[in-house]
């Protein structure tokens, strides 16, 4: 596939390896040339400096044969610019704007503009662990005696006794009611 990448910040950089390393001819374009030193110097793919949505920049970057178009700069405007440049000027038939103000993405999307959003994508991830999923960090704050369940104390009571859960099992903070319970410790593990 044929990928041209707007934007050399951690994701496009980062994005722009994994593509060269399955195989996919890559072009990253960025308005400062010191950003492309995050591909390092065993980058396969091309670079073009410019901004990019400048009709001469995504020439040089070979957008009119590209399969697919990743906008992901650190402006929201200037990512779904290049989309729709990308799309409606050059037919690219992948096109995909990285956008940090969620409540921009339904606009965007009815422009036909598809969207991702690492802050929608986090805020999703943090509530989930916030109700599924052990808030505990193995060495650090499972260990700190003002954050256990059992107060510091190293064991639990025993079930039918307040505050007793199975062995091996504490509520979830902040789950009561809900049913929610934390793993063993030994099974813990905060990716």
Request: charged letters at 30%; a positive charge; glycine letters at 12%.
């Amino acid at each position: 596939m044929r990928v041209v990448i707007i934007g050399c910040g951690r994701v496009g950089a980062g994005l722009a390896s994994i593509l060269v390393e399955r195989g996919d001819t890559v072009t990253v374009i960025d308005k400062d040339p010191k950003a492309f030193d995050r591909l390092g110097e065993d980058f396969a793919g091309r670079t073009v400096e410019g901004i990019g949505f400048d009709r001469d920049v995504l020439e040089a970057a070979g957008l009119g044969r590209a399969d697919a178009l990743v906008a992901v700069t650190s402006g929201d405007n200037s990512n779904v610019v290049a989309a729709r440049v990308a799309r409606d000027a050059y037919r690219v038939p992948r096109v995909i704007a990285r956008i940090h103000d969620p409540r921009r993405a339904a606009i965007y999307e009815e422009l036909g503009v598809v969207t991702v959003s690492s802050v929608a994508w986090a805020l999703r991830k943090v509530v989930d662990y916030l109700e599924h999923r052990t808030l505990k960090d193995e060495g650090t704050f499972a260990h700190r005696p003002e954050h256990r369940r059992d107060g510091g104390r190293g064991h639990r009571r025993r079930r039918g006794q307040p505050g007793g859960e199975p062995a091996g099992q504490a509520p979830l903070l902040g789950a009561e009611g809900r049913g929610a319970r934390e793993q063993p410790e030994e099974h813990l593990a905060v990716h």
